[in-house]
């Protein structure tokens, strides 16, 4: 009988904590087997041990202090009783490792292919023009286009997908059985995702590489994966064929797991459990005329060419005059970087409203303008052209009464300073001088994001992402705002975390009536929260209307190959797409 390419028994990892002799355990009794040319997927939200699993394959906690029990066995050699040069024969020869990170994966001062030509020569007795040469050959084979030019690029002249192209050369320049993929489109956009899952595929069909796929994203599993293993607190509660575990599920985890995914055709958060929004949340006549909105709205409505009127706030203005006063009104901006040659349109004439108790949702790829657009409607940036209106008056600088919560909670709070203490500061830069106000201010709306008023006095990193998170949305509230920009809010959050923080959007809009500008690249997210959604792409807003209608039927190519895509949870259906994917690109 063949041997495993993969064999771990009873895997036990523990990590020193406080004082001598103190562990915390974070994978206890793991087993699992992976067969050469096979694929498993491990899901499990954040903190759940898949991620230390996965270490655990190269023998990556070795001098870290952490204690390991049970075998790990990788192409025959058994990893903990490895030595040194066994260690290093098995990274990268026998099995390569590709992280989620490709930035802090690479070297920032060294030339790609100079890196990619490294790992070879250590692996490979050879010159350094034949490890130069493989090195070209592993970019061509990723899809890096002019790959000899291109190998002589350093990391940061790379865009993130072509940065994640160039780990996965790296980890094939030596040619092992084993693929271990660590989050490896975490922080790319769909589209980018398709691209490399497709690789990914690609390059197991053509080598026949076993495939470890480690992912909180449920939907990539289901791309690329023929079996998954669910993991929570450590331990397997759920394995098997990953159509069956899928469809049906037989742990409450892996049930709870599936129903947070955000899915294209699955009930949207601002529609489940509520009634239609009440009168005095939004703009008189809104609820009945919400649904011509579409025809009313602005900017490149359903992808077709711009009203010559809208595009002034004259024009503009009259043409939504039953919908009463939006809270925030885009006209004709643009916003440009860089001089002369080098000059950059990041937003290229976009017009558009929101309106009281809706939520706008902005997709598209990076680099699409999206972002930018959104620092504009709040003033954070400034229109090199253009206008912004709130409540009906040109507005320049930071605007009253907008708000911004930002993707990443840990740089945008202050780690010296008690969460409460963040929160608070809007209120005092609007004025408020009484302390004790203040503080009832900040613990009644820590209660109202789901976290306790004795939260005040902790610090972030005492928190978790989606904790922080709602830090973030209690301090963008704490000023009463009429508009709040969430720039992707949600995108480096596990997807339980994810339906949590979405539903509290959901929950506070409604209580509220606050206009809500959601970004995001998850076209899935964007979809659960939103009413309308516009689609930029290269700076401009191809597409726009009612979210169900531009999902439904799509009118641009470009939100076409957006929605294609979107991973889907049925592995049978993502076969099918993946073998079409290339036509919609195209």
């Known amino acids: 009988m063949t041997e495993p390419l993969v064999e771990v028994t009873d895997l036990t990892v523990e990590f020193p904590v406080g004082g001598p002799g103190e562990y915390v355990r974070a ?23 898949k991620s230390t699993v996965a270490a655990a394959l190269l023998g990556l906690h070795r001098g870290t202090g952490a204690r390991l029990g049970g075998t790990v066995r990788v192409g025959g050699t ?18 390569a490792m590709v992280f989620q990170d490709p930035l802090s994966s690479l070297d920032p001062y060294h030339a790609v292919g100079d890196q990619i030509a490294e790992v070879h020569r250590i692996h490979a007795d050879v010159s350094r023009r034949a490890a130069r040469a493989r090195a070209v050959e592993v970019l061509e084979r990723v899809g890096i286009p002019d790959a000899v030019r291109r190998a002589r690029a350093r990391p940061h002249e790379f865009s993130g997908g072509m940065r ?8 094939l320049a030596c040619e092992p059985r084993l693929l271990i993929a660590d989050e490896p489109t975490t922080a790319l956009d769909v589209t980018v995702q398709a691209q490399i899952l497709d690789l990914i595929h690609e390059l197991r069909e053509e080598r026949g590489l076993g495939l470890l796929l480690v992912t909180h994203d449920v939907g ?10 669910v993991m929570r607190g450590g331990h397997v509660v759920e394995r098997g064929a990953v159509g069956g575990v899928l469809s049906a599920p037989a742990d409450p985890y892996t049930r709870a797991l599936l129903g947070a995914v955000p ?18 949340q939004t703009p008189e006549g809104l609820g009945s005329a919400r649904s011509g909105l579409e025809s009313a709205a602005g900017s490149q409505t359903r992808g077709s060419a711009p009203d010559p009127a809208p595009q002034t706030p004259e024009g503009l203005g009259s043409a939504r005059s039953g919908l009463g006063l939006p809270v925030v009104e885009a006209f004709s901006l643009r916003r440009e970087f860089g001089r002369g040659k080098r000059r950059v349109s990041a937003v290229a004439g976009v017009s558009l409203a929101v309106y009281a108790g809706e939520t706008l949702g902005i997709v598209g790829e990076s680099g699409s303008g999206k972002s930018t657009l959104g620092r504009m409607l709040v003033g954070l940036l400034e229109p090199s052209s253009g206008q912004v209106w709130h409540e009906g008056g040109e507005v320049k600088g930071v605007a009253r009464g907008a708000q911004m919560v930002f993707q990443d909670p840990v740089s945008s709070l202050n780690p010296r300073r008690s969460i409460g203490e963040s929160i608070a500061d809007p ?19 820590l209660l109202r994001v789901g976290l306790e008023a004795a939260h005040y006095d902790r610090y972030p990193h005492e928190f978790s992402g989606g904790q922080r998170q709602r830090v973030g949305i209690a301090r963008a509230l704490a000023p009463r705002p009429r508009l709040i920009v969430c720039d992707e809010p949600v995108s480096a959050l596990d997807v339980t975390t994810q339906a949590q923080v979405t539903a509290l959007l959901a ?22 929260v939103s009413d309308r959604v516009a689609v930029m792409h290269a700076g401009e807003v191809v597409e726009e209307g009612l979210v169900d209608e531009v999902y439904g039927h799509p009118a641009h190519a470009y939100t076409r190959q957006l929605l294609a895509a979107v991973p889907a949870l049925d592995p049978e259906l993502a076969a099918r797409r993946r073998s079409t994917r290339q036509e919609v690109f195209a």
């Open 27 to 49: 994978v206890g009794g793991v087993s699992f087997t992976l067969e050469a040319g096979r694929a498993l997927g491990i899901v499990g939200e954040s903190g759940s041990g």
């Open 164 to 171: 994640q192209r160039a780990l996965i050369a790296m980890a």
């Open 220 to 229: 990539v599993a289901a791309e690329s994966v023929e079996e998954l293993l």
């Open 507 to 528: 929950e506070l809009q409604r209580e509220l009536g606050i206009a809500l500008v959601f970004i995001a690249h998850d076209l899935a997210v964007v979809r659960q």
């Open 78 to 95: 058994d990893v903990a009783a490895a030595s040194v040069a066994e260690l290093r024969r098995l990274r990268g020869g026998t099995a």
């Open 427 to 445: 209120l005092r830069a609007a004025g408020e001088r009484d302390g004790a106000a203040v503080r009832a201010r900040v613990e009644e709306l």
């Open 263 to 280: 899915r294209l055709d699955a009930p949207r958060v601002k529609d489940r459990g509520s009634a239609p929004d009440p009168a005095p």
